[in-house]
C-alpha cells in the first residue's frame, strides 16, 4: 500500500482516543508515559483470549492474576490446582501448556520472557501467533500480529476475494505490509480493537471507521459480504454416556488422562464417545461401579470438531458401602469448577434425582 502513512496515522489517533479499557493493557496515554506492560499479563491474556471472548475471559484473567500474579508464582501450582482454576474457559490443552511455558519461564529463564519472536516461539506451547502478540504489545518489536478481527479487517480493507480460510496467507502478508518499528504495540492492538468496536462481522459500523477512506470493501457497498468464506463441512456427531454416581451428598468423579480432550481434568466417568447411541443394556454394562442406574436423559455439547448427545445415568451408593473405582468423591457445590460438558450433564442430574 503506497499510502500506508496516513492510514496508520489516522488508526493509531482513533486508538489513542478510543483505545477499550481492558484488564491486561496499558493504556496510550501511559505508555507514552513510560509505563511498560508485563509481559507476563499480556502472555496470559492473549493464551485466555483464543477462542473465548474478552467478557468471558475477563474474571479468570483477574482471578488467575490475584491468584499467582507473577510467573514464577504460576510455575510452582499443582497441575489439578490450574486445571480446576481453568474450568469453563475451555481448550483445556492451552492450559496445561500455560502451566509448561510458565515453569519453562521460570525455570530456565529466570522468571524473565524472552524479549524476540524467536525466543519467545522457542517456549513449550507458544505458537506464532502468541509469539507476535507478546512480542509487539510487550516488547514493542514489529511483529505481525494477526488473529481474527486482523483477519477481518484485512479482507474488507483490501476486497480481498480469496475465501477463508484459504486467503489465511493472503491476509497476513497483507497486514505485515503494514507493520513499521513506529508503535508496534499500539498499532497491533489498534487494529484488534477496530476489528473488535467497528469492523464488527455483521453490520460494520463503516461511518464510524477511522480508515473507511482507504477500504475497498467499502467501496463496493457490501463490506459485510468480506471476508468470504466456504461453506464450513457438516459437524459430526458422537455419543456417549455420562454416569452421575452419588455417595450422600457427594459425587464420584475421575481425573482424566494427561493428553487429548480435557485432559488432566476432573470430569464425571463417561463411556466412550463414539458414532452410534448406547441403547439401555450398553450404558449399564459400561457403566464405572454396579448400581442401580437410572435414565435421566441426555444433553447436548459442541466442541469445536464434533457436536456429542451424552445420555446421563444415576446410581447412589450406601454412604456406608465401599463404592469401588478409582474416584474422587467431591461434594455438590464442588461441581461448579467442571468443564461445561460435565457441568450440563450434573445439573440435568441434580433436577431430576
Known sequence: MKDRAPLRSSLLSWYDRQARTLAWRVSPEDRRGGVSPDPYRVWLSEVMLQQTTVPHATPYFLSFT??????????????????????????????????????????????????????????????AYTAAAVAAIAFDRPANVVDGNVERVMARLFAVETPLPDAKPQLKALAGGLVTEDRPGDWAQALMDLGATICKPKAPLCDRCPIAAWCAAFKTGAPETYP????????PRRHGVAYVLTRGDAVALVRRPPKG?????????TSDWRASPYDDAEAVAVAPAAGAWRDLGAVEHVFTHFSLTLRVFAAAKDEN?????????????????????????????????
Not at 502451566?99 to 529463564?109: N, T, W, Y
Open 66 to 127: 490475584q491468584r499467582w500474579p507473577t510467573v514464577s508464582d504460576l510455575a510452582a501450582v499443582e497441575d489439578g490446582d490450574l486445571m480446576a482454576a481453568w474450568a469453563g474457559l475451555g481448550y483445556y490443552a492451552r492450559a496445561r501448556n500455560l502451566l509448561a511455558c510458565a515453569r519453562a519461564v521460570a525455570g530456565e529463564h529466570g522468571g524473565v520472557f524472552p524479549d524476540t519472536e524467536e525466543g519467545l516461539r522457542a517456549l513449550p506451547g507458544v505458537g
Open 261 to 269: 480432550l480435557l485432559g488432566g481434568m476432573l470430569g464425571l466417568p
Open 228 to 235: 468470504r468464506k466456504s461453506k464450513k463441512a457438516d459437524r
Open 321 to 353: 458401602g465401599a463404592a469401588g473405582g478409582d474416584f474422587v468423591w467431591t461434594p455438590r457445590e464442588g461441581l461448579s469448577a467442571l468443564p461445561s460438558v460435565f457441568l450440563k450433564a450434573a445439573r440435568a442430574a441434580e433436577r431430576l434425582l
